[in-house]
């Protein structure tokens, strides 16, 4: 049997590393299950594309479509046109994506419309957010998909109520826990450690890059003078998304406490969350990894795809309105923030979890 594995974003790339090891734990078993890993080269920064294929032992894609940057348009033709000729060529047993990414969406059409099956890794997450381009990812990628592997049992009841069959939706857990818990040993320290002398819960971790929180001068400005005045007298530290330093910059956005860095490291990057006061972001993968290591976090979004990291996780969301910033960053310095629990089984095997039930669902045999 041979599966294509779709990756393109960073997020992408902390999935599919511990469905390879799976993978290649079955093949050493005797299992006949063979991969293909297809990079259609959506992120192609360094820091956040191949610096993640070095860290976490993802191989040297088998094939890279170099997308690159453009509108979603352009960077969806272009990801569909050079899988499908892949296919053509040569064809797989199964399409695997993760996620919600252009790639994820993209490379199921591509797929489902050769009639090769579709299988999703975090299938049936949703925001209801319709203004969010990873919601249409999401939705569209799962009307067409075949078999859902999903993190959480509401995911699967979102599936459900779309008219999905039980017997296609797999519980299985979160792959992004299982790389987590895996590395979380190897974490280490960037080289703004020493230099701004940080040291375990002395800073504040700041991401943002959603056009809600980034794209409006003025708003953006009161965003971050919130968030500085409430962390005071604590370092913030904001490793900044491409699209989003272009627009500080042209701002001119500065504040002594404020330290900006370049895209950080999986390895790098964590260790920074892992040892944090607190993390403000709006990112939704980064919810799920301080829900896992038990630090608060404060999600400047209106709503989330991702609501076991508030009802059971360390999260809170707070929406994108900079006046409700101060507030949660007092809770929180006050010493008033929950502790939070994990969802159930983001215990670092979802991936087996994942490749078992193919290996059952395609009736794999020993070679």
């Known amino acids: 049997m041979l599966i294509d594995i779709i990756a393109g974003a960073r997020p992408n790339f902390i999935k599919i590393s511990p469905l390879i090891a799976a993978i290649r734990k079955k093949q050493n078993e005797g ?91 975090e299938g049936g997450i949703r925001s209801g957010d319709m203004t969010m381009p990873e919601e249409v990812n999401r939705i569209v990628t799962d009307s067409i998909t075949d078999i859902f592997f999903t993190t959480t049992t509401w995911a699967g009841d979102n599936l459900l109520s779309s008219g999905v069959s039980k017997e296609s939706i797999h519980f299985v857990g979160n792959v992004m826990i299982d790389t987590l818990r895996k590395y979380e040993s190897a974490f280490s320290k960037p080289s703004l450690w020493d230099i701004e002398n940080l040291s375990k819960g002395n800073y504040f971790v700041l991401t943002l890059h959603r056009p809600a929180n980034v794209d409006a ?83 400047l979004r209106d709503n989330t795809e991702r609501p076991e990291t508030c009802s059971i996780g360390t999260n809170e969301l707070i929406g994108t309105d900079p006046s409700a910033i101060s507030p949660a960053l007092k809770k929180l310095q006050d010493g008033n923030w929950k502790h939070g629990g994990i969802p159930e089984k983001w215990d670092g095997k979802a991936a087996e979890r994942i490749v078992d039930k193919l290996i059952q669902h395609f009736d794999l045999r020993l070679f």
């Open 217 to 299: 001068a003025e708003k953006l400005k009161l965003t971050i003078s919130e968030i500085v005045k409430g962390t005071n007298p604590n370092l913030v530290i904001f490793p900044v998304h491409p699209r989003t330093r272009k627009i500080l910059e042209e701002l001119e956005i500065s504040f002594e406490s404020l330290k900006y860095s370049d895209p950080l490291s999986y390895l790098e990057f964590n260790y920074l969350v892992k040892n944090a006061k607190g993390v403000i972001t709006d990112s939704g993968g980064i919810t799920e990894e301080t829900t896992v290591m038990g630090v608060p976090c404060i999600t």
């Open 31 to 121: 299992i006949n299950i063979q991969f293909r890993l297809i990079h259609t080269g959506q992120h192609y920064d360094k820091n956040m594309s191949d610096s993640f294929f070095e860290q976490l032992d993802i191989p040297n894609p088998d094939f890279n479509l170099g997308v690159g940057s453009g509108t979603q348009a352009v960077q969806t033709a272009g990801i569909m046109v050079g899988y499908e000729a892949i296919l053509l060529k040569s064809p797989s047993n199964l399409c695997v994506v993760v996620g919600d990414v252009t790639s994820t969406m993209a490379c199921a059409i591509s797929a489902k419309k050769l009639l090769i099956p579709v299988a999703h890794i």
